[in-house]
């Protein structure tokens, strides 16, 4: 514990004395040493015990501060002695809200303005679970969100483990929240709407790791080719109106903002040609030279000075508002990137459960309306481990999925919709996969419901052969292969 000691204790005395800047360099280590252990779900318990031995004597505490410190230490406490008298899932359960409420304190202890807000929600999360009240999930995934974004190795692995832990308890709702700001605006818009109730800070791992690079390994060396070649990533002009008006509203903001800047440029330009009375080498032929213009008096060299500060006051204006539109948009893609983390892990553990389907839709409306193309490759793979993971559940149960026919054929119906607003053949294979999941769900349902699908894919190719859609031939190419399966199965 002597990262721990240097960090947070002034009992241990050291020389020279530990300035307040050296103890955040030991806090930033504690945190490295920390995320080792949040990497596997046996390291929680000692993990949360490092966090209840920490001395806290060089960590300034109002008495409000040192009251809610108690209650958490003393809730993290119970928790691990209920986790060792319960059965498997309400251990991983227990341990998993200790181990949150440990990185939260840890939180506390450096002075992060919505640490005790964020205890505040675990003693009412906890409190829920206990009773069996409803809205647990919805309050453990909006805790998760805002601790998933923080800039720290430790409080996403952390997130994500215990979001592992409590995913069969996920419901429509829970699940909503974590697809929700998939859509949001890639800009400064979309930033206000997604943190106007949070701390206004840069979402950048850390351990200086790129998230626009993140996961790009993940995909399958084909895919990435396939996604590279055709697939440009940004909001089409055809698309409906009524769905998309935010969005296209977003992608007018992009396309203007080079001319704006263009603009900008050439103003700042003129004002500082007409201070010096100077111009640009191609604007030769049409200044007036003048001899007696490289004359100033003492007062106009001072006056000019003043206007000069004045038009370079004017530039790092229009730089700063530059640059926090950018920091804006790279703050959006971060949360999506968080919240497709935890929808990856949500996938292989769920994919046999109704409610997972909620999530195919936003899935593929982030693919074709993202300007970040590694999250959409993320957002393709997810949809093609749904696939699969749903077909090692369906094999491994045996059981025929609950019958749900007129919601999953409005929900092909939507695909197909969606699959008619990007021309990428990329895009096009992630909304087949999605198509044919959710034809694979309503067979195993029920064979006879292959009447309805087939039906389904007859409408679309109508309105595609008359020209009324644009959709890519994969999507029936898929379909008659699929349907070929089937037939040998059936004469097996």
């Not at 974590?178 to 800009?187: H, R």
């Not at 390994?217 to 409906?240: K, P, Q, R």
């Not at 190719?461 to 699929?482: C, E, H, M």
Request: with cysteine; charged share 30%; glycine share 4%.
């Amino acid at each position: 514990m002597d990262l721990a000691s240097c960090a947070y204790s002034s009992k241990q005395q050291f020389e020279p004395v530990l300035s307040e800047k050296t103890r955040e360099v030991f806090r930033t280590r504690l945190s490295s040493a920390f995320a080792r252990l949040t990497k596997r779900r046996e390291d929680f318990r000692g993990l949360c015990h490092a966090v209840l031995a920490i001395d806290t004597s060089a960590v300034s505490m109002g008495h409000e501060i040192s009251a809610e410190r108690s209650t958490a230490l003393k809730a993290i406490r119970k928790l691990l002695k209920a986790s060792e008298k319960s059965s498997k899932k309400d251990t991983d359960t227990s341990i998993g809200l200790a181990l949150l409420y440990a990185i939260t304190l840890l939180q506390l202890y450096d002075g992060v303005p919505d640490a005790i807000s964020i205890l505040h929600d675990l003693q009412s999360c906890s409190e829920k679970m206990r009773n069996s009240e409803a809205g647990t999930s919805e309050l453990l995934v909006e805790i998760l969100l805002s601790l998933v974004s923080r800039p720290s190795v430790m409080m996403r692995q952390a997130s994500q483990q215990v979001f592992e832990a409590f995913t069969s308890q996920m419901s429509s709702g829970a699940l909503q929240l974590l697809t929700d700001p998939l859509l949001a605006e890639e800009s400064t818009k979309g930033y206000q709407a997604l943190f106007e109730n949070m701390e206004d800070e840069e979402m950048v791992d850390a351990d200086g790791e790129d998230p626009s690079e993140e996961h790009a390994d993940g995909i399958e060396e084909d895919d990435m080719s396939e996604i590279g070649s055709d697939v440009e990533f940004v909001t089409l002009n055809g698309a409906e109106p009524a769905d998309d008006e935010a969005e296209e509203s977003d992608e007018e903001e992009d396309d203007e903002q080079p001319e704006a800047d263009a603009q900008e440029s050439a103003d700042l330009e003129d004002a500082l040609g007409k201070l010096l009375k100077s111009h640009r080498l191609d604007k030769d032929k049409e200044a007036e030279s003048s001899e007696g213009d490289l004359d100033m008096t003492d007062s106009e060299m001072m006056a000019l000075d003043s206007k000069l500060g004045e038009v370079f006051k004017q530039i790092a204006k229009k730089m700063g508002k530059k640059s926090e539109r950018k920091d804006a948009k790279e703050m959006v893609l971060n949360f999506k990137r968080r919240a497709l983390d935890l929808l990856d892990i949500y996938v292989k553990h769920e994919a046999a459960n109704p409610v997972a389907f909620n999530i195919i839709l936003p899935l593929l409306q982030l693919v074709r309306t993202t300007t970040d193309k590694p999250l959409a490759n993320k957002s393709i793979n997810i949809i093609l481990d749904f696939t699969k993971a749903f077909k090692k559940a369906r094999s491994e149960s045996g059981e025929a999925p609950p019958q749900d026919r007129d919601e999953q054929l409005k929900l092909l119906k939507d695909i197909h919709q969606e699959a008619s607003q990007h021309p990428s053949h990329a895009f096009a294979r992630a909304a087949s996969a999605a198509s044919l999941l959710i034809a694979s769900r309503l067979f195993a349902a029920d064979k006879e419901n292959i009447r309805q699908i087939a039906s389904v894919y007859a409408d679309s190719q109508v309105n595609w052969a008359t020209g009324k859609v644009r959709l890519q031939p994969v999507i029936f190419s898929d379909w008659t292969n699929w349907c070929q399966a089937q037939a040998a199965n059936a004469q097996a």
